[in-house]
């Protein structure tokens, strides 16, 4: 099920040369509750791309959203992406997604914490 998610990200960067993943503001991934190296999708909503890599913590407060390694064929700079992680649960237990809606500058604008 869905554990967190950013909408409305920017990418602001892409590496072909980088080993692979994407690279965010780390005060964005705590927003969405989206740990350092945990496997996310990521959704191209200018082209339809989607990629699944894992996510790396950026300087806090930099606004990075980076597509690297074979990501970053997947979009081009000011390309709105939005990233997803997944979690499983166990019977019974249920799912509370945070999604963290970001300003054009991929700043933290609201955290809405979804209940079931």
Do not use: C, Q, W
Not at 7 to 25: A, K, P
Not at 65 to 87: F, W
């Amino acid at each position: 099920m869905l554990k967190g998610k950013i909408h409305g990200g920017h990418i602001t960067r892409t590496r072909l040369d980088y080993d692979g993943s994407i690279t965010v503001d780390s005060v964005v991934l705590k927003a969405a509750g989206i740990a350092p190296f945990e496997m996310v999708h990521v959704l191209n909503l200018n082209n339809g791309e989607r990629a699944e890599t894992y996510a790396i913590a950026g300087k806090p407060g930099s606004g990075a959203m980076e597509l690297n390694g074979p990501a970053a064929r997947l979009g081009e700079i000011g390309d709105e992406i939005v990233v997803l992680a997944y979690a499983i649960y166990g019977e019974g237990e249920t799912a509370s997604p945070r999604v963290a809606r970001l300003t054009a500058k991929n700043r933290v604008k609201v955290v809405k914490v979804h209940s079931s």
